[in-house]
C-alpha cells in the first residue's frame, strides 16, 4: 500500500510540478522571467514548481509556450487534472450529502462486478434507509454541517438498487466488527442486520463475514475500499476520498481484497456471526 492514502495524488502533482521546472530550466529562464513572460507574480511560479499550488489548464499552456514547448502542454494538462481528481476534499462534498450519493453515474452504470471491502461500516450496497439515514447524519454533524436527512439517506438506497440490475454482480467482505457499530438507533441497528441475513441470499450478491478470531490473518484491518470492475479503486478516509487508477496500485488492493476474502465466511456460518449481533441488541 502506499506510504500514506493521499501519496498517488501527491507524487503525481510533484511529478507535474518537476516537469514544468524542468521545462523553465531547458529554456534558460529564472522563475521571475518566467512569472513576466506569464503574466503572474514570481512566486505563483515557485508555489507551482514546489507542488503547492495546482497550476490550471491555462497556467500550463501559458508555461509551455513561454518555455517554447507548447507541443508539451495537453499532456502536461492531463496529468495535471488526473492528479487533483485522484484527491477530492471530503469538506467540499459533504455539504450537500443527497448530491454526493448520486455522483459517479457512470462508474456505477459501467461497473458489471463490484469489490467492497469494509472494516467499520455495512457497505452502502446494503445499507437500509434507517441506517444510511443515521450514519449520515452523523458524518453531517461531526462536520458541522446540516444534517443529512431524509432525502441523503434516500439517494444512497436508491442507489444501491443496482445490484438487483441483471449482469451486476457484488463481492462484499466485512470485519464482524462491523456488525456491532451501530448507526442509528436500536431499532434501525435491527434492521439493517435483518437485512444482511437475507442479503447474502441474493443471486448477484456475495457476502462475506471475517470473524474477530480468525486465524491466521493474511491482511490486517485495512481501511474501506471499493474496486469498480478491475480498473478503478476509490479508498475512503475522515478527509479525503482517494481515487486509483495506477494498475500497479489497482493490483494491490485487488491482491489485498482476494486474501480478505478467503479469510471471510459466508452462508450458513455469515448468518451465525449477524445473528450473535442481533442478539448483542437485546
Excluded at 501519496?7 to 531547458?26: H, I, K, N, T, Y
Excluded at 451486476?168 to 435483518?194: F, I, K, P, W
Excluded at 441470499?201 to 471475517?210: N, Y
Aim: charged residues 20%.
Amino acid at each position: 500500500m502506499p506510504a500514506s492514502f493521499s501519496s498517488s495524488a501527491q507524487a503525481a502533482r510533484v511529478a507535474v510540478a518537476a516537469r514544468l521546472r524542468e521545462l523553465r530550466r531547458g529554456a534558460g529562464l529564472t522563475v521571475a522571467e518566467l512569472a513576466t513572460l506569464c503574466g503572474w507574480h514570481h512566486s505563483k511560479t515557485s508555489r507551482i514548481e514546489n507542488a503547492r499550488t495546482a497550476p490550471s489548464a491555462r497556467d500550463i499552456r501559458h508555461w509551455c509556450r513561454a518555455c517554447g514547448r507548447p507541443d508539451e502542454a495537453p499532456d502536461l494538462v492531463v496529468r495535471s487534472m488526473n492528479a487533483e481528481s485522484m484527491y477530492s476534499e471530503w469538506r467540499h462534498q459533504v455539504q450537500e450529502l443527497s448530491k454526493l450519493q448520486n455522483s459517479w453515474p457512470k462508474i456505477f452504470a459501467e461497473t458489471r462486478l463490484f469489490r467492497i471491502y469494509s472494516s467499520t461500516l455495512v457497505p452502502g450496497l446494503l445499507q437500509t434507509h434507517g441506517y444510511a439515514g443515521g450514519l449520515l447524519d452523523t458524518i453531517a454533524r461531526f462536520r458541522g454541517c446540516p444534517e443529512a436527512g431524509e432525502e441523503a439517506a434516500q439517494a444512497r438506497v436508491d442507489r444501491s438498487r443496482i445490484i438487483h440490475d441483471p449482469g451486476r454482480r457484488a463481492v462484499l467482505v466485512v470485519e464482524e466488527s462491523t456488525l456491532y457499530y451501530r448507526m442509528g438507533n436500536a431499532d434501525a441497528m435491527a434492521a439493517q442486520l435483518g437485512y444482511l441475513l437475507t442479503a447474502g441470499a441474493l443471486p448477484a450478491v456475495s457476502l462475506g463475514v471475517i470473524p474477530r478470531s480468525v486465524e491466521p490473518r493474511t491482511v490486517w484491518p485495512l481501511e474501506t475500499f471499493h474496486v469498480y470492475d478491475d480498473k478503478f479503486v476509490s479508498v475512503e478516509l475522515l478527509s479525503a476520498e482517494v481515487n486509483i487508477t495506477q494498475p500497479s496500485e489497482v493490483g494491490l488492493y485487488l491482491k489485498a481484497f482476494e486474501q480478505l476474502r478467503r479469510m471471510a465466511v459466508y452462508g450458513a456460518d455469515a448468518r451465525a456471526l449477524v445473528m450473535n449481533a442481533v442478539t448483542a441488541l437485546r
